[in-house]
């Protein structure tokens, strides 16, 4: 694969820099390399020591960004009754229930997360084949199957990401965009890797976060040393 001379620019910087120690040094050589003509989201990836084939060792969570994404989420909220009110009050592009559910069985899906109250499980239910493939499945691991519409669709807003550990070990967070400040990106990416070393399955046996690495949408993967980095979190 032929890269152009943006990229192999910016993948002359990295290779340069190596195996970088703290996080501070890395969101600054990422921003260096986010060079596409879009605002690039800063994506955190790492490779775990964990097998996702046992149940014991699933890594899975959430967590609340303190700068947020940088994308603006549009919210549907699966609900009856008061519970309409209130989630567009919390600012939920869209609530209701049977309404919603038909539209998307008929392959209506222009939101990008989905709340439900409990009671209308069973027929949210229905929709996992849809759904679960898009990550739009609500799930009370993640909050988003609760009666506090409020909570749930305040979070999402400000910033809340899910992550989970895929069949290969590895775990993918969005932690900002290249035109946030180093110093937002720090903060959200030291956020999410804490609440990623809190999620460490007391199954799991020796090193946890095995690689770790930072880059741009478009840009070359910028290596961080998980044992240096792990330690000043924990520190």
Not at 92 to 109: C, M, P, T
Not at 200 to 229: C, E, F, H, N, Q
Request: proline share 4%; with cysteine; hydrophobic share 40%.
């Amino acid at each position: 694969m032929k890269h152009g001379k943006r990229y192999r620019a910016a993948a002359e910087l990295t290779r340069q820099a190596g195996a970088i120690q703290d996080l501070a040094t890395a969101v600054k050589l990422v921003k260096q390399t986010a060079r596409a003509k879009f605002d690039e989201t800063i994506v955190v990836s790492s490779h775990l020591g964990v097998d996702p084939r046992h149940s014991d060792q699933l890594v899975r969570g959430t967590v609340v960004l303190p700068h947020g994404t940088g994308k603006s989420l549009r919210v549907l909220v699966l609900c009856k009754g008061d519970k309409i009110k209130e989630a567009e009050a919390a600012g939920a592009e869209y609530a209701g229930a049977e309404e919603y559910i038909q539209k998307i069985q008929g392959g209506w899906l222009e939101v990008d997360a989905i709340v439900a109250t409990p009671d209308l499980m069973g027929e949210v239910g229905k929709l996992g084949k849809v759904l679960g493939p898009r990550g739009l499945m609500p799930n009370p691991k993640s909050g988003t199957v609760t009666f506090d519409i409020a909570k749930a669709v305040r979070e999402l807003k400000a910033g809340k990401i899910e992550f989970r550990v895929d069949k290969g070990s590895n775990v993918h967070a969005p932690v900002g965009k290249a035109s946030f400040t180093e110093s937002d990106l720090l903060e959200n990416a030291r956020t999410f890797l804490r609440e990623l070393v809190r999620a460490r399955p007391a199954a799991a046996k020796g090193s946890y976060i095995m690689t770790l690495a930072m880059s741009a949408t478009m840009g070359p993967a910028v290596t961080l040393d998980p044992a240096a980095v792990t330690a000043d979190l924990i520190g």
